[in-house]
């Protein structure tokens, strides 16, 4: 066990006390505590699972240039490595200085990074679901086992979104509603899928960066835009092709001969009204209820949301297609002597365009951002006076990672991110039976900076020293953002 880390104390004879949370678990040898992170090895406690670094070598991010054989995970020698809080260890509630406050040297510069698994109470996943299928009235309870574990939240363009655990599932329910919310939490943080039900709303099974199941169904497409957007994307594929286009959607169901589209094309009214309140022209809110039909509502039959046909506008052998915002969906009606719609086979034209509606759909994903707030004692573990940790990561002194990934800093006070767990590497995240999210999280800034925020100087270690840590795992670095120890730009440091 590193210096720094949590640490223990001897009890009866071949049990170790380890005291890095709370829970203060006794752990007889060759067992593991209750969240199997610390374990007594031959009568020490000794953290369990891999140490993470990241390495690169070469300014073209190639880790291993000049070699014809697949690199073994070894550490290299001269390359980039930046030391992640993946099975760092903690030393929650941090009145000793972090687990590794690492030296490197970044394009000559001299550089610290600060590494420890914080232990989250406050956190909670952000899930975005690519699906304009209804899954449940906002604000209704979701639930796993019969617990609620969170909420649905207000839909954004073209997603479902969902808010999972925070301090008032974790902490501030019955005992097994934190265990269960603590347990969905920290599957899915490790890409594992998790079935969810909601309360007047679909069974769902989410993963992180695959398609949604809803209701059984495997979703494939996210919308291309809501039916005004369609519209005015597609228009111009439509005229001449079609007499009237209807692009039925949950949120603005679009006509296209009313739309400023058609109006710009100098198309003729189709004299067709849909049901619906009209917002502005050729663009109706509420043409019917939310549901897993065409667009995102309960519609199975498209001729049911139209509301009036015009005789004194309509003709007969008028031209009608109606589409769902991703294609998927869609019927081609030519109106009769009667002016009522006849379906018809579609036009090879306009089965053209329903296609590249389809084409122009993004994969549907499951998007899952962990965010929490690094606050508390945490901070100590970085320096004696935690709020000038505050002060420079708002002034771009500091760049906040975890393991390695970059993270969005909310504005406002405190030091409280978000992640998306997929860019992090495999089984991040840890718990605690508080119960509590342990995540990793680094601190980087150049190492007069860190000087002067009152760092634990006597803590540093080298890059070279970290290297013999018999746990040590190298993962290459993905470069899919920036390399986590290089400094940012900021003003100088706040004495």
Known sequence: MSDGAARSTKGAPGIVTCDACPVLCRIREGRTGACDRYGNIEGALTRMDPFVVAQRAGKNG????????????????????????????????DYKPAPFIVASRHDGIDMVTVVSEGIFSYCGLKVKIDTDRYIGPETAPIRVKGQQVGHVTTAE?????????????LTGGSKKEGVVTCDVMLRLSNGEAIDFSIDGGEELTLQPGKPPII????????????????????????????????????????????????????????????????????????????????????????????????????????????????????????????????????????????DRIGENCEPALTTVLFMAGAGGSLRAGVTENPVRLTRSVRSALTRVTAGGASVYIWPGGG???????TTMPDNS???????????????????????????????????????????????????????????????????
């Open 415 to 421: 030091i409280t991110i978000m992640v998306d767990v």
């Open 215 to 354: 209701g059984g169904h495997h979703e494939e497409r996210m919308r291309v835009g809501c039916g005004s957007a369609t519209i005015g994307i597609f228009a111009q594929q439509w005229f001449g092709h079609a007499d009237e286009v209807i692009v039925v959607d949950d949120h603005i169901t679009g006509v296209l001969t009313e739309h400023q589209a058609g109006r710009f094309l100098d198309m003729a009214p189709g004299g067709i009204r849909v049901r619906g309140r009209k917002s502005t022209p050729g663009r109706y809110f509420q043409v019917a209820e939310p549901g897993s039909g065409w667009g995102g509502t309960d519609v199975t039959d498209p001729l049911a949301i139209i509301e009036t046909i015009n005789p004194d506008i309509a003709w007969p052998g008028e031209r009608l297609l109606m589409v769902s915002t991703t294609g998927e969906d869609s019927e081609y009606f030519v109106l009769d002597d009667d002016l009522n719609p006849q379906k018809a086979s579609m036009p090879d034209s306009l089965s053209l365009v329903v």
């Open 157 to 169: 363009y073209g997603s479902q979104m969902m808010s999972l655990g925070g301090v008032r599932h």
């Open 62 to 93: 190639d880790l291993v240039p000049f070699q014809d054989r697949e690199w073994d995970g070894s550490l290299i020698q001269g390359a980039d490595t930046f030391v992640t809080g993946v099975g760092s260890g903690t030393t929650y509630p």
């Open 429 to 495: 995240f840890g718990h605690v039976p508080t119960p509590a999210i342990v995540a990793p999280i680094e601190f980087t800034l150049r190492l007069d900076d860190y000087k002067a925020l009152g760092g634990h100087m006597d803590a540093v270690k080298r890059i070279e020293d970290v290297a013999g840590d018999h746990r040590l795992r190298v993962e290459k670095w993905h470069d899919r953002a920036p390399w986590p120890g290089a400094p940012l730009h900021g003003v100088a440091a706040d004495g």
